[in-house]
């Protein structure tokens, strides 16, 4: 079954209306995404390479873990799903140090526009195990 997700209006609030991820997109509609740095004490970041067959920055290097807030998920909530199925990492929700929230609106591709708010977050670490991480 495909993701469902809460449409949002232009000031972050839900709408009432849950749609795939594929409609949101192919519209064009406001949703939000969470974005976690995994950074250890040495100042160190968790990066990971996106697919080649991403539609949005193929290839290219991001942070550890970023996803969409699922329909009936708090930002928080989204944020620890993500980071354990991106990378493997069980992060418990007083670990997540809420840094700020943006909005970008941009055509991918045609048929593929990102509208979304971000919420990023930083988890920090005493130190990161490469050998801990389950991509």
């Known amino acids: 079954m495909e993701e469902l997700i809460d449409v949002l209006d232009e000031n972050g609030n839900k709408t009432g209306e849950i749609l795939t991820r594929e409609q949101i997109h192919k519209k064009g509609l406001c949703h939000r995404i969470v974005v976690i740095a995994i950074i250890d004490e040495k100042g160190n970041i968790l990066m990971q390479q996106r697919s080649?067959?991403?539609?949005?920055?193929?290839?290219?290097?991001?942070?550890?873990?970023?996803?969409?807030?699922?329909?009936?998920?708090?930002?928080?909530?989204?944020?620890?799903?993500?980071?354990?199925?991106?990378?493997?990492?069980?992060?418990k929700e007083?670990?997540?140090?809420?840094?700020?929230?943006?909005?970008?609106?941009?055509?991918?591709?045609?048929?593929?526009?990102?509208?979304?708010?971000?919420?990023?977050?930083?988890?920090?670490?005493?130190q990161i195990e490469l050998t801990d991480i389950k991509m």
């Open 52 to 91: 080649k067959n991403k539609s949005k920055n193929p290839g290219k290097w991001d942070v550890a873990s970023a996803g969409h807030v699922s329909s009936g998920q708090t930002s928080t909530e989204a944020a620890i799903r993500e980071t354990l199925e991106e990378v493997g990492i069980k992060v």
């Open 94 to 126: 007083k670990e997540l140090e809420y840094i700020f929230t943006y909005k970008n609106k941009e055509n991918v591709e045609e048929d593929y526009i990102d509208n979304q708010i971000y919420d990023c977050y930083i988890v920090k670490r005493e």
